[in-house]
């Protein structure tokens, strides 16, 4: 990108509040992705230890699947503890959390790569859950291939949970988050682009892997701000 400065990251609260802001996003959990409630603010303390580890990037697979936040919510709960800035600074937060929106379509929350406002929030564990697998995966789900076997079969077709190659995928997620900020649209119709709203995992892997670039017209429209 030309000339972008970026501050070096640095948590988002210190390991001595990340229960005080797990207490504070509990009530913006979904229970059940095929309904709209939000799970309110009754729950157990293995509930909210899950929530913290997740905040103080300690989570587990499992802590990360088992908890799903609204994407609005979330931008709210973690724009407040941020507090002001300065109007030329882009602040993202890059995190393991979930942050769902609802997907009309669908009729369910669906897990984003990316939710842009301030901050933007890049979700690596949304890179994952996201876009949908291969279709011949799901396929030889369906046919009664075991989850590993399907695995080995389309291996590198997909993003897993710790992967290394999401740290590259998270750099062009960023991306949009920094288009969306400077013009206002986060996202490009070329499959070949990096700000490329990816609904399926290969079209992730070929935007943001095999080409790993912007398109001309995003390069020129970003050196204009």
């Not at 300690?58 to 931008?75: M, V, W």
């Not at 046919?143 to 080995?152: F, K, N, P």
Request: charge should be positive; aromatic fraction near 8%; include cysteine.
């Amino acid at each position: 990108f030309p000339r972008l400065g970026c501050a070096a990251p640095k948590p988002l609260v210190p390991p001595d509040r990340g229960l005080d802001l797990a207490k504070g996003l509990m009530s913006i959990r979904f229970p059940n992705l095929g309904r709209r409630e939000l799970a309110g603010r009754r729950h157990t303390r293995k509930e909210l230890n899950s929530v913290a580890r997740i905040v103080l990037g300690e989570a587990s697979k499992e802590d990360i699947l088992r908890n799903h936040f609204s994407g609005a919510a979330l931008l709210h709960a973690l724009g407040s503890r941020m507090g002001p800035g300065r109007f030329s600074d882009i602040n993202i937060v890059l995190t393991a959390a979930l942050a769902s929106t609802w997907d009309q379509a669908e009729g369910r929350y669906r897990p984003r790569t990316v939710v842009c406002g301030y901050p933007s929030i890049v979700s690596a564990s949304g890179a994952v859950e996201g876009p949908d697998k291969p279709r011949g995966y799901q396929v030889a789900r369906m046919m009664g291939l075991s989850d590993d076997e399907a695995r080995r079969k389309y291996a590198g077709r997909f993003l897993e949970h710790g992967d290394t190659r999401l740290t590259d995928v998270a750099q062009g997620l960023a991306a949009q988050a920094v288009f969306y900020d400077r013009t206002g649209e986060p996202f490009c119709e070329t499959e070949t682009c990096r700000l490329f709203n990816a609904r399926w995992q290969e079209q992730l892997v070929k935007a943001h892997l095999e080409h790993g670039g912007i398109c001309d017209s995003h390069f020129r429209k970003l050196r204009k701000r």
